[in-house]
């Protein structure tokens, strides 16, 4: 099958427009053809597909009707490879979208529809959103690479690096220590060697003595064990986390050696991995801090665009009840559920996060007034609203929102959180299932709160802050 190239533009980012009809392909790339991305047009699915194989395409203008292989097909054969699994694609018809044939697009994996004839402008706008999109998707990606490459890189020295040795007689007292344990106790092997290791034991606030401890009593089963997060303690009195393997030895006097490796490393690389994490586990959804930098980027770009934005937060009504009656697996495949349904009342640039427990924040994003983020919440509120069941159990969920609009409501991140908190528990305490406006009396009633009552409202921020930290 013939398949026809037009490069137009000098970016980095390539967009992939299918259709069986070359004046289509014409009129998309005319379009098109001045901004600051290159395009690449095939005529059929079978020629998309193999561009998609031998191209990096940040972007998919797919026509619905085609012969021989439909624009539905081509999005499910995309889904289906990794390369193109994560593409995002716009589907153009002509046809009636009706809600079967909705539902069927977006359950292959569209991300947005466009009717022919379509407007320009609205093409152009769509096109933008999602290429800024992938764009970000593609940077979080390379990170997340450098991120396991570094965990490689720090996981080979430890793999390589001596354990510490030590050898403990039956009453205690060191016998044997080498260089690599008296470095990582910060003090000599002479020192070591006829000293009482409970002298280097991180003990806990209610010491026990070496007949007590679990060493003592491991060994007493004369076989091979392991301790993990163990803590020694360095001459200087500092934590040392370490993995001890510990083999009696054969012999009267009877004697344990000890195999210590140091843990410190590998547990700032865990901590630093996790500090650096921006999905929820979960939900999949952007976790705080994954929100937080999002927030930062669309704060810039209303700052020079200088269009409306909204912030909402969200807290389920209603969750902890089923959570504790049901379980935490029910619990789970609630949130997962309402994090779809939330997704599925969202433009595709609109940015949902999850930001722990059964809280959610919604950043919309060229708003032309205000008013637009409250119809957003309440469609979010009906949607939740809706009657659900989990193993037979019939219930219905509610969710409080609070609304807090930029530049109104503040101007940096901490102000626009902090005001969309306060008018949440606001819809909290006005009877719930219902959002709020952020407005300046609010503001006054928090500060009147007693502490016992400004504590939930305060959570947040504090967790972010050292989330942040």
Same mark, same amino acid.
């Given at each position: 099958m013939h398949i026809t190239r037009l490069e137009a533009g000098s970016g980095s980012q390539l967009i992939l427009v299918v259709d069986d009809q070359q004046d289509n392909l014409d009129g998309v790339s005319e379009l098109l053809d001045d901004g600051p991305w290159r395009i690449v047009c095939?005529? !059929?699915?079978?020629?998309?597909?193999?561009? *998609? @194989?031998? @191209?990096?395409? !940040? /972007?998919? *203008?797919?026509?619905? @009707?085609?012969p021989g292989m439909d624009g539905f097909e081509v999005a499910r054969l995309m889904r289906e490879d990794p390369r193109s699994r994560y593409t995002p694609i716009i589907f153009l018809s002509g046809l009636e979208q009706s809600h079967s044939f909705l539902a069927k697009g977006y359950s292959q994996?569209?991300?947005?529809f466009i009717k022919k004839p379509f407007d320009p402008v609205v093409l152009r706008h769509k096109v933008e959103s999602l290429l800024e999109h992938a764009r970000h998707?593609?940077?979080l990606l390379a990170l997340s690479q450098q991120l396991e490459s570094e965990r490689a890189f720090n996981a080979s020295i430890l793999t390589s690096a001596a354990e510490g040795i030590m050898v403990i007689e039956a009453d205690g007292v060191i016998r044997f220590a080498n260089p690599t344990i008296a470095a990582m106790l910060k003090t000599s092997v002479e020192a070591l060697q006829g000293a009482h290791f409970m002298g280097y034991i991180k003990q806990p606030e209610q010491p026990t003595g070496w007949l007590q401890s679990v060493i003592y009593s491991q060994w007493q089963t004369n076989k091979n064990f392991r301790l993990t997060d163990f803590m020694l303690r360095s001459r200087m009195g500092e934590s040392v986390p370490v993995t001890l393997s510990c083999a009696p030895l054969p012999g009267p006097r009877g004697a344990l050696v000890l195999m210590a490796l140091d843990m410190t490393v590998e547990r700032h690389l865990r901590s630093q991995l996790e500090s650096l994490t921006i999905t929820d586990a979960l939900t999949g959804l952007l976790n705080r801090r994954g929100f937080y930098q999002s927030m930062e980027l669309a704060l810039a770009r209303i700052e020079r665009t200088q269009k409306s934005m909204s912030l909402l937060f969200l807290d389920l009504d209603g969750f902890k009840k089923i959570n504790d009656t049901l379980g935490h697996d029910a619990g789970d495949l /609630?949130?997962?559920?309402?994090s779809e349904m939330l997704q599925g009342c969202l433009r595709p640039y609109d940015t949902l996060a999850r930001l722990g427990g059964d809280e959610f924040t919604v950043l919309l994003d060229s708003l032309n007034t205000p008013e637009d983020a409250g119809r957003v919440a309440q469609k979010l509120i009906d949607v939740v609203s809706t009657p659900q069941s989990i193993d037979g159990v019939e219930f219905s969920l509610g969710v409080s929102i609070g609304v807090a609009s930029m530049p109104e409501c503040g101007q940096t991140v901490e102000e626009l959180l902090r005001a969309a908190d306060i008018a949440m528990y606001e819809a909290k305490r006005s009877g719930r299932r219902q959002f709020k406006y952020f407005c300046s009396a609010m503001q006054a009633r928090d500060i009147l709160l007693s502490p016992c009552d400004k504590q939930p409202a305060l959570g947040f921020s504090e967790a972010l802050r050292s989330t942040l930290s």
């Open positions: 095939a005529n !059929s699915g079978a020629g998309a597909l193999r561009i *998609l @194989q031998t @191209q990096d395409v !940040s /972007l998919v *203008l797919l026509d619905v @009707q085609m994996g569209a991300i947005d998707r593609r940077e /609630l949130l997962r559920r309402v």
